[in-house]
């Protein structure tokens, strides 16, 4: 049962790690005369940099997973700040086409992730039960929150007209950001 488990986490480690290695190409790829491959490459190596280069590797990728997802936070508290504004929350009622949600399958299994760490977690506080359950439901309620909200914007700011990207639509939004 052990190997089963480590394979599945395995697996979902990879699985996770092409997404994002993938996506960040994607997102840098205009910037870079549209090079998908050169964004996948330079995400990959900013990586393994943080992974392999200094010496004690575990203490810099923790800390800078902790400076990342802090600006990640603060960089989604600005998109939502912006973007609820220009949205038409009218629009999340009306948009249920079922047959797209299995391509959405992945990606709420990568919300899936922080099980991957539960060992660490569970390590990190001493094998503390009630200390552990409260890291696993705030661990697991605020991707879940963000995930929602993320679905929610995402919609209520899309245009159905033109299909334009919500992320371009709240950018072009008038607001603080």
Do not use: K
Not at 24 to 42: D, E, H, I
Not at 65 to 81: H, I, K, R, W
Request: aromatic share 6%; proline share 5%; net charge positive.
């Amino acid at each position: 049962m052990a190997l089963a488990v480590g394979v599945l986490l395995i697996v979902l480690v990879e699985a996770t790690l092409v997404s994002q290695l993938s996506r960040a190409g994607s997102l840098v790829a205009p910037f870079l005369r549209n090079s998908y491959a050169t964004g996948c490459g330079l995400a990959t190596l900013a990586s393994a940099a943080v992974v392999f280069g200094p010496r004690d590797n575990l203490r810099v990728a923790a800390a800078c997973n902790s400076a990342l997802t802090c600006v990640f936070l603060v960089m989604a508290a600005c998109l939502f700040c912006v973007g609820v504004p220009a949205a038409d929350f009218s629009r999340l009622g009306a948009s249920a086409r079922w047959a797209a949600a299995p391509a959405a399958v992945p990606v709420m299994l990568q919300l899936l992730g922080y099980a991957e760490i539960l060992p660490a977690v569970c390590r990190l506080l001493r094998f503390h039960l009630p200390a552990i359950r409260a890291a696993v439901v705030v661990g697991s309620l605020l991707p879940l929150v963000l995930e929602v909200g993320w679905a929610g914007l995402g919609i209520a700011l899309a245009d159905p007209a033109n299909a334009a990207n919500a992320a371009q639509v709240a950018a072009g939004a008038a607001g603080a950001v």
